[in-house]
């Protein structure tokens, strides 16, 4: 009887691994040797965007697309919800392994873009005591309002449960490019304005073909035009 149940337990895991991967177009290499309790895992974690993060060409990525992740969302992701840091670890931040990567500069790449509405950030990173390896990989995957969802990283065992210094390296980083994005003055940012309510679209023109006269001397322009008529 204990035999029938676990083989029924088993068939039911790999019939449920089979409906996650329907959803997903194209999976990984990495993902496809995942044993198959990670594999359900990883299927579950990707399966509101519909992408396998690895897959995703470089093109569609952007530096400047990142979600805006603030310190409350590292609290509920790195220490309520995957317990990788106890509350007393990430009041001293600054001693961690994680956040002194990032000042260390150990990490390259972080890129964003977004999918299914929501923000799909990778990055690379150095191990910690075998500089000369190969970078390890990492994704998250954020709500547009910094929410983390998930993440996971390639290239180590602890990072299969979701949670290791090199997705805390990741995190760390976006914070900290929220917190400094958030304190540029506008002549140090990308030209931001606020569009009329009834603008839709602002197309691109050539300068030339621009024209740059102010309100007052339109308005004077065709009152004179109605004098005139």
């Given at each position: 009887r204990?035999?029938l149940?676990?083989d029924?337990?088993?068939?039911?895991?790999?019939?449920?691994?089979?409906?996650l991967?329907?959803?997903?177009?194209?999976?990984?290499?990495?993902?496809?040797?995942l044993?198959?309790?990670?594999?359900?895992?990883?299927?579950e974690?990707?399966?509101?965007?519909?992408?396998?993060p690895?897959?995703?060409?470089?093109?569609?990525?952007?530096?400047?697309?990142?979600?805006?992740?603030?310190v409350?969302d590292?609290?509920?992701?790195?220490?309520l919800?995957t317990?990788?840091?106890t509350?007393?670890?990430?009041k001293?931040?600054?001693?961690?392994e994680?956040?002194?990567?990032?000042?260390s500069?150990?990490?390259?790449?972080?890129?964003?873009?977004i999918?299914?509405?929501?923000h799909?950030?990778?990055g690379?990173?150095?191990h910690s005591q075998?500089?000369n390896?190969t970078?390890?990989s990492v994704?998250?995957?954020?709500?547009?309002d910094?929410t983390v969802?998930?993440?996971?990283c390639?290239?180590?065992k602890?990072?299969?449960?979701?949670?290791?210094?090199?997705?805390?390296n990741?995190?760390?980083?976006?914070e900290a490019?929220?917190?400094?994005?958030?304190?540029?003055?506008?002549?140090?940012v990308?030209?931001?304005?606020?569009?009329?309510?009834f603008?839709k679209d602002?197309?691109?023109a050539?300068?030339?073909?621009i024209?740059l006269?102010?309100?007052?001397k339109?308005k004077?322009d065709l009152?004179k035009?109605?004098?005139?008529?």
């Open positions: 204990l035999l149940t676990m029924s337990s088993k068939n039911e895991r790999g019939l449920l691994i089979e409906e991967c329907s959803k997903i177009p194209i999976l990984s290499e990495y993902c496809v040797k044993n198959d309790s990670v594999k359900r895992r990883y299927l974690n990707i399966a509101d965007v519909g992408v396998d690895v897959t995703i060409p470089d093109q569609q990525f952007d530096t400047e697309c990142l979600p805006p992740i603030e409350m590292l609290l509920s992701y790195l220490v919800e317990s990788f840091y509350k007393e670890q990430f001293a931040y600054k001693s961690l994680a956040y002194n990567f990032v000042v500069e150990f990490l390259t790449s972080i890129q964003g873009c999918v299914a509405g929501k799909i950030v990778t690379k990173g150095r075998r500089m390896d970078l390890i994704w998250v995957v954020a709500e547009k910094g969802r998930s993440a996971h390639l290239g180590c602890a990072g299969l449960s979701e949670s290791c210094s090199h997705v805390a990741v995190l760390f980083y976006v490019w929220t917190r400094i994005r958030g304190q540029l003055a506008c002549t140090q990308k030209c931001l304005w606020l569009v009329p309510s603008v602002v197309p691109y050539k300068i030339r073909d024209n006269t102010s309100s007052r339109l004077a009152d035009k109605k004098s005139i008529a």
